[in-house]
C-alpha cells in the first residue's frame, strides 16, 4: 500500500477522481494505440512468448522522474530474455516536451518512450482500471493477460522473472490487488473526510478521522501521518499532547531533513499558538540542518526563524544569507526579502500571507464569505502594492459568490482594461462568467470583451483562451464562430487538453453546451 500512496498524491494534483474500474489483474490487456513513438522501435501488438511493462507517466511529474533508473535497470537486466518495457507518456501539458526529455535523460533512460495522441491509452487503460495517479505500471504476460498493476517501484526482479517464466500466479495476484483496491477505496473515503473537516476546521473530528486512517495502515507507514496530526493537536489548543508527538517524530526519524524542518517551521510560524516551544523548535531545526549538511536553503531558512524569534538576529542573519546563497528562482527572491526584514530587526510575514492565503481559498470553496472577505482585507494589508493585482480573481469570485453582480463585473471590467496583457487573469475572469453554474446574471458580453482580449494577447495562439472564446460564443448563439475557435483550439492543444477540446468541438456541432472542465 505505501508504494500506491505515491501516485495517489499525483492523482491529488491532477484532480482525479476514482471511478469504477473495469480492467484489473487477470484480465486480457486493452490493445496497444499509441500516439507516436518517441524513442525505440514501435510495438503494434503483444507478441506471445514476451512479457510487457507498460508505465504511465509524464515529464512534469516528480515521483516519475524518481522511478526512470529503476525502470531502465530491469530493462538493461531482461531486453534480452523477453521483456519490453514502454514509457507511456499522458496527461502531459506539452507532448512537445517529452522528446527533449528524453534526449536529455540520454543512456539513463533507453527503453521505448511513446505519446498518447488522442488519448486511447489514458482511457482504455489508466481510466480503465480506475487508476487517477501516476506513475503506474502495468505488466502484462506472455499470454497478454495483465499480471501485475502498481507503482513501479514495486516491480522487482523476481516478479519479472516469475512472468517470462510462466510461473507467476495470476489468480492469486488477482486476489492481492481486489483485496488493496477495497483498502484502497476505504482510505481514500477516509481522506476525503479528513479533507472536508479540515476545510470546515473541525478538528475534533479530523483527529478522529486520522485515528481511523491509522488503523488501516501498517505500522511503518503509520509516521505518513505524523505532521498531520501535529498541526490538529495545536489547532485544538492541545499544545502539550502536539510537542510530545513532535519530539517523538523528531528522535524516530532523525535522517529525515523534510519531516524535521515541516515540525520546526510549524512550531515557529503557525498563528495563534498559546506557547511557542522555540526551544523545541531550535532543536529539531538543528537536527534537520546537521542531517542536510547545512546546504538546504528551506531548513537555514527555518533555523533562521527560530533564532530571530529567540532574539538571536546576528544568528538568524548569518544562517538566512546562507540559505540565500543555496535557494533558487523564488525561493531565492523570498530568502532575500527575509534576510533584509531580519536586518530591519522585523519578522517576515510570509507564513502570515500563506496561511490568510489558505483562509481565503478555504472560504470560497466553503462559501464562507464573511471569512474569504477578511482574508482578502487582511492580505491587502500585508501584501506589498505591487502584490495586490493578484488578488483581483478572488476578490471577482467573492463578490459573485455574494452575487453583487454589478461590483463583480465593473471589477473584472477595471482589471481586464487595466491589464491587456496578462492572458492567463484575463482568460480566468471570462471562464468564471461563462461557466459558473451558480450566476444568476452572466454577462456574455464583457466576458466576450476579456476572451477576445485574452486572445489578442496571445497573439491567437493559446488553446485555453481559444477554448474560454469559443464557449462564449456558443452561448451568445454563435454557433459557427464558436466552432471556428474551437478548431483553433483544437489545431493549438496538445495530450489530453486536445482530446477534451476535441470532445467540446464535437459537442457544438451537435448543438449541445459541453460540461464545464
Not at 360 to 383: N, P, S, T
Request: glycine fraction near 6%; charge should be neutral.
Amino acid at each position: 500500500m505505501k508504494k500506491r500512496l505515491v501516485a495517489a498524491v499525483v492523482a491529488l494534483a491532477m484532480g482525479g477522481a476514482v471511478q469504477a474500474a473495469t480492467l484489473g489483474v487477470g484480465d486480457a490487456a486493452p490493445k496497444l494505440q499509441v500516439g507516436k513513438w518517441v524513442q525505440g522501435e514501435a510495438v503494434k501488438e503483444f507478441e506471445k512468448d514476451k512479457a510487457y511493462v507498460v508505465e504511465f507517466w509524464a515529464t512534469w511529474c516528480g515521483p516519475c522522474r524518481v522511478t526512470i533508473p529503476h525502470l531502465n535497470k530491469l530493462h538493461n537486466a531482461f531486453k534480452e530474455k523477453g521483456l519490453v518495457i514502454i514509457g507511456q507518456s499522458v496527461w502531459e501539458q506539452d507532448d512537445a516536451a517529452v522528446a527533449p526529455f528524453v534526449k536529455k535523460i540520454g543512456d539513463k533512460m533507453t527503453y521505448r518512450v511513446a505519446l498518447d495522441g488522442k488519448g486511447f491509452m489514458s482511457k482504455n487503460w489508466m481510466d480503465a482500471a480506475g487508476q487517477t495517479g501516476i506513475p503506474t505500471a502495468f505488466v502484462v504476460d506472455t499470454n497478454g493477460v495483465i499480471a501485475w498493476i502498481g507503482h513501479p517501484s514495486g516491480l522487482t526482479e523476481r516478479l519479472l522473472t516469475q512472468v517470462l517464466e510462466g510461473t507467476f500466479d495470476v489468480a492469486r495476484a488477482k486476489a492481492d490487488y481486489q483485496r488493496e483496491r477495497a483498502e484502497d477505496a476505504k482510505e481514500t473515503a477516509l481522506w476525503n473526510q479528513l479533507r472536508e473537516q479540515t476545510d470546515k476546521q473541525a478538528w475534533a473530528d479530523a483527529e478522529r478521522t486520522i485515528a481511523e486512517i491509522e488503523k488501516l495502515l501498517p505500522e511503518d507507514r503509520r509516521d505518513d501521518l505524523g505532521q498531520r496530526k501535529f498541526s490538529v493537536l495545536l489547532e485544538r489548543k492541545d499544545e502539550a499532547r502536539a510537542y510530545a508527538l513532535a519530539r517523538r517524530l523528531s528522535d524516530d526519524h532523525p535522517q529525515d531533513a523534510s519531516l524535521q524542518n515541516g515540525l520546526a517551521w510549524t512550531i515557529a510560524t503557525k498563528p495563534r499558538i498559546a506557547n511557542r516551544d522555540l526551544d523545541l523548535a531550535e532543536k529539531i531545526a538543528r537536527r534537520a540542518n546537521e542531517t542536510s549538511k547545512g546546504s538546504d536553503a528551506e531548513v537555514l531558512d527555518t533555523l533562521a526563524r527560530v533564532l530571530f524569534l529567540k532574539g538571536q538576529k546576528e544568528a538568524a542573519i548569518e544562517l538566512q544569507a546562507k540559505a540565500v546563497q543555496f535557494a533558487e528562482g523564488a525561493r531565492k527572491e523570498q530568502f532575500e526579502r527575509n534576510l533584509r526584514d531580519y536586518r530591519q530587526g522585523k519578522v517576515p510575514n510570509e507564513a502570515l500571507v500563506a496561511k490568510l492565503r489558505a483562509d481565503l481559498r478555504r472560504g470560497i470553496k466553503m462559501k464562507a464569505w464573511d471569512q474569504a472577505d477578511a482574508a482578502l482585507a487582511e492580505l491587502g494589508k500585508v501584501l506589498p502594492e505591487e502584490e495586490h493585482d493578484g488578488l483581483a480573481l478572488d476578490r471577482f469570485r467573492v463578490l459573485l459568490g455574494r452575487k453583487s453582480y454589478k461590483a463583480a463585473y465593473a471589477t473584472a471590467a477595471k482589471w481586464s482594461d487595466a491589464h491587456p496583457n496578462d492572458r492567463r487573469m484575463q482568460n480566468e475572469l471570462a471562464w468564471q462568467i461563462a461557466t459558473d453554474p451558480e450566476l444568476e446574471v452572466r454577462d456574455l458580453d464583457l466576458a466576450e470583451k476579456i476572451a477576445r482580449r485574452a486572445c489578442e494577447a496571445a497573439e491567437g495562439k493559446d488553446a485555453e483562451s481559444l477554448d474560454t472564446l469559443a464557449r462564449v460564443l456558443f452561448l451568445k448563439g454563435q454557433r459557427e464562430a464558436a466552432l471556428d475557435f474551437q478548431k483553433k483550439a483544437v489545431a493549438h492543444a496538445t495530450g489530453q487538453r486536445q482530446v477534451q477540446f476535441e470532445e467540446t468541438l464535437k459537442s457544438y456541432e451537435e448543438g449541445k453546451a459541453p460540461k464545464a472542465y
